[in-house]
Structures are given as structure tokens and as C-alpha cells.
């Protein structure tokens, strides 16, 4: 009963190539988030989604596309991949935004190893 | 975002011993303190966090200070043991940030047998 699932864990790509990553979660929440980690381990939000709704776009490409089916499933589908997108990608939930949510926990994922070669 | 620092960037200690991160915050509004764990392999997980209305709280071996006037929250780990050892990140935030985190570039806490 995996609380934020991710798929695929590992992802080995060419450049070029288009790919999609996929987030499930199961608690009941209505906030759901991309954090992209580099090989240096620095975290940096891409995107929030509440409600199904994109609330941040934290500057990333428009190759990057998010799409939310529901408030359960966010994935990530990549364009045109490039070599500086290799990273961890992982999925985040939580309940509530703005000062409603700024006391609950973010749950993640356990990640996303995306390799362009 | 919020400019967010963290030290030391890698902390080696022998087991039993005392480990300290500290993360200092630019944002004066920040009004709360998370602090995440990440071991090999996994994501992010909270373990402890303070609001700004406190000064100090502690769960069993663990513990975080925040100093608001000084904007810099600490996590203060005792007795430290093997399994301690994991990347670990601030995450000093405010309401109006909805929802996202900005989190400090992570400390690398080894800890020996």
C-alpha cells in the first residue's frame, strides 16, 4: 500500500526520444508536485497541480508537459529529450495550499532515474 | 524563491556521537521548518519541523532550534547511529509559496561504526 508510486524507477533513453513518467498516489490528497534532483542532490520544484489544475510552473520548458487525469494521477511527458535532463524526477502530494496546507507533510515518491544518452 | 543555505555540505561522525546542520533562510516571513531525510535510493521524507511560534522541539533523538531573529533553524541529532546517515534538507517556508518547497542543496551525513 505504497502511499506515492512512480513509474518507471529506471529510465534509459536517447536523445531525441519523447518519454513519460508516471505518479500515483493514494492518499486522498488534492496537491500534487514534480521536483527535478540533480547529480549534486540540489531539489528544485518543476510543477504543482491542485485539483487537477497547474497552480506553478516553476520556468521549466515547454517540453516538459504535465498532465493531471485526476486529482490521484500526475504524470510528466518529455519532449525532444536533451543530455541536461538527466536527473531524478520525483512525485510529491499533499493536502491543501496556501496557509490551509503549509503545516502538511509532503509525501514522496521514490523516484525517477532518467538517463539521456 | 527563497534563498536558502545549508551547512556543512558533508558531516562524518563516529557513532554515538552529537550531529548539527544548520540552515539559515532569507525570507522573513518563512513561518515554518521542515526538515527531510533522504536515504540511498529513496525520496524525500519529513522528520521533524517547527512552526515559527516555537523555539525548540524534540522527538526522542532528534531536535530542531529556530532562531527567527537571526532566520537560521537547526537539527540537532544525538546519539547518532548507522542508519542515520542520508542526505538531509531544509525546507524554511511561508504561506503564499502554495505548497512548494525550496529546499536548502542537502548535507551528507556519514556516520562510522
Known amino acids: 500500500d505504497t502511499a506515492v508510486s512512480q513509474t518507471p524507477k529506471y529510465l534509459v533513453t536517447q536523445m531525441g526520444n519523447d518519454k513519460s513518467i508516471k505518479c500515483e498516489q493514494n492518499?486522498?490528497?488534492?496537491?500534487m508536485y514534480w521536483y527535478k534532483q540533480d547529480s549534486k542532490k540540489f531539489l528544485k520544484i518543476m510543477f504543482s497541480?491542485?485539483?487537477?489544475?497547474?497552480?506553478i510552473n516553476e520556468t521549466v520548458p515547454n517540453r516538459f508537459s504535465p498532465k493531471s487525469p485526476d486529482k490521484a494521477h500526475l504524470n510528466l511527458h518529455i519532449n525532444s529529450l536533451e543530455l541536461g535532463d538527466s536527473a531524478v524526477y520525483f512525485c510529491a502530494s499533499s493536502q491543501g495550499l496556501g496557509t490551509s496546507g503549509i503545516y502538511n507533510e509532503q509525501f514522496f515518491g521514490p523516484g525517477t532515474r532518467l538517463t539521456v544518452l | 524563491g527563497e534563498n536558502v543555505e545549508q551547512h556543512p555540505s558533508t558531516l562524518s561522525v563516529q557513532e554515538g556521537d552529537s550531529a548539527v546542520i544548520k540552515c539559515t533562510y532569507s525570507?522573513?516571513?518563512?513561518?515554518?521548518f521542515p526538515w527531510y531525510k533522504q536515504e540511498l535510493g529513496k525520496g524525500p521524507q519529513l522528520i521533524i519541523d517547527i512552526r515559527s511560534n516555537v523555539g525548540e522541539k524534540k522527538d526522542q533523538r532528534i531536535a530542531v532550534t529556530l532562531n527567527k531573529t537571526a532566520k537560521h533553524f537547526s537539527l540537532h541529532i544525538t546519539e547518532t547511529q548507522p542508519e542515520d546517515s542520508a542526505v538531509y534538507f531544509c525546507a524554511p517556508r511561508r504561506g503564499s509559496t502554495l505548497g512548494r518547497l525550496y529546499f536548502g542543496r542537502g548535507t551528507q551525513l556519514t556516520v562510522w561504526p
Open positions: 497541480y491542485n485539483n487537477k489544475e497547474l497552480i
Open positions: 525570507d522573513s516571513a518563512s513561518n515554518y
Open positions: 492518499l486522498g490528497h488534492d496537491t
